[in-house]
């Protein structure tokens, strides 16, 4: 059964990465494989708790009053509360803090709290264009998620540049500079988040040690695409979208939402470090505190239709629940392979050790993947090896590589994000942008994806020199 549940793992990772090909949406896949995964753990739920968790069932039989007999019925009840449930926590910490940050940037838009951006934006030098598109986008990615960010991004952009050629070349940079930005903070990508909630990293380590390389993935590419484009970039203005009211709200009111939503979203660390709650808890809080300054700012509102639109953030829509069920499938996921032991066994079979160069394989190998799979599903398995290794006394308790902060964490974070940059289909924000513009994986290459292997090995070089 464990060769069953590995396969269905391995089959929904070759149906991830050839999305494109196979035309099967992913968070389907990834809930398929989660779900599925852990019926069938639990269908022969006696032999994975004898090998895996022997002596916690035998304390949990016995822990009883009276004490209960060993049967199929125990065995499940075992593994739904002892078991699965510790995974659903996890995954849920991680799908909350996206749904939280997502239902703040769609009631900051709402309130044209971005509309800055459009300001920004006046201009027909083409270098000017994308250094500021991809500095906005650079800035934004790092406190809020990046397919959120580039989402956002790729639509005000194109709004203001009617030349489908030309807004490839700009939504590239966009795609660039979020996913550069998202993996510069521990809230600006899943992938941090889960390092983050699962006390690997702290904040302000994880994003000084990234700094360097991260901007140097981000500012070579962007670079190199501006050097590719004519001086003048076409543009067509038109007058800001009616909001539904005539109330808008005055400079002021959208500086106050702004400050109370991204201002609130850089208290995080600190509430985390105060309380130790997990951080979801303070996302809630500040979307909460946001949510009642919309409600105030739009009291006028009150029994018209406009409120339905305005008082109501619009997240649940299909990118943004794409997202949020492919975070949790590929966590459930991976999970149930995790608790049959196969990673355990796969680190027996590669010898694992703690020196380095092994860390800077596993961070390349991490990177490649990351190109055709998903850079989410590719890191959360990287992720899972040091727990297996540590379980068996493969990884000392000592160990700085693993440890918190340590070496690991921080080179598969960043390989996964780089490899994701080459031929856009690794990341959920590069599909966004492939659909968004039709755009192909070859032309995607040609164009930008070299440029970004470029820039990801001059970053991936910085992180070695830095150590």
Same mark, same amino acid.
């Given at each position: 059964?464990?060769?069953?549940?590995?396969?269905?793992?391995?089959?929904?990772?070759?149906?991830?990465?050839?999305?494109?090909?196979?035309?099967?949406?992913?968070?389907?896949?990834?809930?398929?494989?989660?779900?599925?995964?852990?019926?069938?753990?639990?269908?022969?739920?006696?032999?994975?708790?004898?090998?895996?968790?022997?002596?916690?069932?035998?304390?949990?039989?016995?822990?009883?009053?009276?004490?209960?007999?060993?049967?199929?019925?125990?065995?499940?009840?075992?593994?739904?509360?002892?078991?699965?449930?510790?995974?659903?926590?996890?995954?849920?910490?991680?799908?909350?803090?996206?749904?939280?940050?997502?239902?703040?940037?769609?009631?900051?838009?709402?309130?044209?709290?971005?509309?800055?951006?459009?300001?920004?934006?006046?201009?027909?030098?083409?270098?000017?264009?994308?250094? &500021?598109?991809? %500095?906005? @986008?650079?800035? !934004? +990615?790092?406190? /809020?998620?990046?397919?959120?960010? #580039?989402?956002?991004?790729?639509?005000?952009?194109?709004?203001?540049?009617?030349?489908?050629?030309?807004?490839?070349?700009?939504?590239?940079?966009?795609?660039?500079?979020?996913?550069?930005?998202?993996?510069?903070?521990?809230?600006?990508?899943?992938?941090?988040?889960?390092?983050?909630?699962?006390?690997?990293?702290?904040?302000?380590?994880?994003?000084?040690?990234?700094?360097?390389?991260?901007?140097? &993935?981000?500012? %070579?590419? @962007?670079?190199? !695409? +501006?050097?590719? /484009?004519?001086?003048?970039?076409? #543009?067509?203005?038109?007058?800001?979208?009616?909001?539904?009211?005539?109330?808008?709200?005055?400079?002021?009111?959208?500086?106050?939402?702004?400050?109370?939503?991204?201002?609130?979203?850089?208290?995080?660390?600190?509430?985390?470090?105060?309380?130790?709650?997990?951080?979801?808890?303070?996302?809630?809080?500040?979307?909460?505190?946001?949510?009642?300054?919309?409600?105030?700012?739009?009291?006028?509102?009150?029994?018209?239709?406009?409120?339905?639109?305005?008082?109501?953030?619009?997240?649940?829509?299909?990118?943004?629940?794409?997202?949020?069920?492919?975070?949790?499938?590929?966590?459930?996921?991976?999970?149930?392979?995790?608790?049959?032991?196969?990673?355990?066994?796969?680190?027996?079979?590669?010898?694992?050790?703690?020196?380095?160069?092994?860390?800077?394989?596993?961070?390349?190998?991490?990177?490649?993947?990351?190109?055709?799979?998903?850079?989410?599903?590719?890191?959360?398995?990287?992720?899972?090896?040091?727990?297996?290794?540590?379980?068996?006394?493969?990884?000392?308790?000592?160990?700085?590589?693993?440890?918190?902060?340590?070496?690991?964490?921080?080179?598969?974070?960043?390989?996964?994000?780089?490899?994701?940059?080459?031929?856009?289909?690794?990341?959920?924000?590069?599909?966004?942008?492939?659909?968004?513009?039709?755009?192909?994986?070859?032309?995607?290459?040609?164009?930008?994806?070299?440029?970004?292997?470029?820039?990801?090995?001059?970053?991936?070089?910085?992180?070695?020199?830095?150590?």
């Amino acid at each position: 059964m464990t060769i069953v549940i590995v396969s269905i793992l391995l089959l929904g990772c070759l149906l991830i990465a050839t999305e494109n090909i196979t035309k099967v949406n992913r968070a389907a896949v990834a809930i398929f494989a989660g779900t599925v995964g852990w019926v069938l753990y639990i269908c022969f739920g006696m032999d994975f708790v004898t090998s895996q968790h022997a002596y916690d069932f035998s304390s949990y039989l016995h822990s009883q009053t009276p004490a209960i007999p060993e049967s199929s019925a125990t065995v499940k009840s075992f593994i739904s509360r002892f078991v699965f449930l510790p995974y659903v926590g996890r995954a849920a910490e991680i799908v909350l803090f996206l749904l939280a940050t997502m239902t703040i940037v769609e009631i900051l838009n709402n309130n044209g709290c971005f509309d800055f951006i459009r300001q920004l934006l006046r201009t027909r030098n083409s270098k000017r264009m994308i250094w &500021t598109l991809s %500095v906005v @986008t650079f800035v !934004i +990615s790092a406190n /809020l998620d990046n397919l959120t960010t #580039t989402v956002m991004m790729l639509t005000i952009m194109h709004g203001i540049i009617p030349s489908r050629r030309q807004r490839m070349f700009y939504g590239s940079a966009i795609l660039l500079s979020a996913n550069c930005g998202g993996a510069l903070t521990v809230i600006g990508n899943p992938e941090g988040l889960v390092l983050w909630n699962g006390g690997a990293v702290t904040a302000t380590s994880y994003s000084m040690s990234l700094l360097l390389p991260c901007l140097a &993935t981000w500012l %070579v590419p @962007t670079y190199l !695409i +501006s050097r590719s /484009l004519p001086e003048r970039v076409d #543009t067509e203005w038109i007058v800001m979208p009616y909001r539904g009211d005539d109330t808008r709200l005055n400079v002021w009111q959208r500086l106050l939402m702004l400050f109370v939503g991204i201002g609130g979203l850089w208290f995080i660390p600190t509430f985390h470090n105060i309380s130790k709650l997990s951080p979801f808890l303070g996302v809630l809080c500040v979307l909460s505190v946001l949510w009642i300054v919309n409600e105030i700012f739009n009291r006028k509102l009150m029994n018209m239709d406009a409120m339905v639109d305005r008082r109501t953030p619009r997240v649940l829509q299909y990118g943004v629940i794409q997202m949020i069920l492919f975070v949790m499938g590929i966590m459930l996921a991976v999970g149930v392979v995790k608790e049959t032991g196969a990673y355990e066994e796969l680190m027996k079979y590669l010898g694992v050790n703690e020196s380095q160069p092994f860390v800077w394989f596993h961070g390349v190998a991490a990177g490649v993947l990351s190109t055709v799979l998903d850079n989410f599903a590719t890191a959360i398995n990287f992720f899972s090896l040091p727990d297996e290794m540590g379980q068996t006394g493969m990884v000392s308790e000592l160990s700085t590589v693993y440890s918190c902060n340590g070496l690991y964490w921080r080179v598969i974070a960043f390989c996964v994000m780089a490899g994701g940059n080459i031929l856009g289909i690794g990341t959920m924000s590069g599909l966004a942008l492939m659909k968004m513009e039709r755009m192909h994986v070859g032309w995607f290459f040609r164009h930008v994806g070299w440029k970004a292997l470029v820039g990801g090995v001059i970053g991936l070089g910085l992180l070695w020199l830095m150590q």
